[in-house]
């Protein structure tokens, strides 16, 4: 599979089997051995460096936030949930793989009881641990998360 850039664009099929890879690469052995000091995966507390690392080994996209409120107790605040990479308009990568903004809501109404309201670029990563300080991120942990998408995933 070809690398993609700020300027390359996926058909349709290459956009499945990489959502495909990187799902599969997010549920392993070795993604969770990374990620075993901050007790975490990747739809569980790891989303930012998720996120990150797949910025990173894609070599394009933006960081995004999806924010929302949860189902349960009516009128819940709306706040942060997770951090998605958007590779384009509407394509959006987490460790579920690639989806379009109408299916990553759904997934989030489905399975979080959450109502998305928001899709919105983060701030520059250096102001993180101040927005999401129940989230963990260390640079070095998305590093080598990056490493292994890039030997997973690309290869």
Same mark, same amino acid.
């Given at each position: 599979m070809r690398t993609p850039t700020a300027a390359f664009v996926l058909s349709e099929g290459e956009r499945r089997q990489l959502g495909r890879k990187i799902a599969a690469v997010c549920r392993s052995n070795p993604f969770y051995d990374v990620l075993s000091l901050w007790g975490c995966g990747a739809l569980d507390g790891g989303c930012l460096m998720v996120a990150e690392a797949l910025r990173q080994a894609l070599n394009t996209g933006e960081v995004?936030? @999806?924010?929302?409120? !949860? @189902?349960?107790p009516p009128r819940a605040a709306t706040v942060w949930q997770h951090a998605v990479l958007r590779l384009a308009p509407n394509s959006y990568a987490d460790g579920d793989g690639i989806s379009g903004e109408r299916a990553l809501r759904r997934r989030w @109404?489905?399975?979080?009881? #959450? %109502? %998305? #309201?928001? @899709? #919105? !670029?983060l701030p520059p990563m250096s102001n993180w641990p101040g927005l999401f300080p129940d989230t963990p991120f260390d640079q070095s942990t998305s590093v080598q998360l990056a490493d292994l998408f890039r030997r997973k995933v690309l290869a």
């Amino acid at each position: 599979m070809r690398t993609p850039t700020a300027a390359f664009v996926l058909s349709e099929g290459e956009r499945r089997q990489l959502g495909r890879k990187i799902a599969a690469v997010c549920r392993s052995n070795p993604f969770y051995d990374v990620l075993s000091l901050w007790g975490c995966g990747a739809l569980d507390g790891g989303c930012l460096m998720v996120a990150e690392a797949l910025r990173q080994a894609l070599n394009t996209g933006e960081v995004w936030g @999806l924010y929302g409120y !949860p @189902l349960s107790p009516p009128r819940a605040a709306t706040v942060w949930q997770h951090a998605v990479l958007r590779l384009a308009p509407n394509s959006y990568a987490d460790g579920d793989g690639i989806s379009g903004e109408r299916a990553l809501r759904r997934r989030w @109404l489905a399975h979080e009881m #959450t %109502i %998305i #309201t928001n @899709l #919105t !670029p983060l701030p520059p990563m250096s102001n993180w641990p101040g927005l999401f300080p129940d989230t963990p991120f260390d640079q070095s942990t998305s590093v080598q998360l990056a490493d292994l998408f890039r030997r997973k995933v690309l290869a």
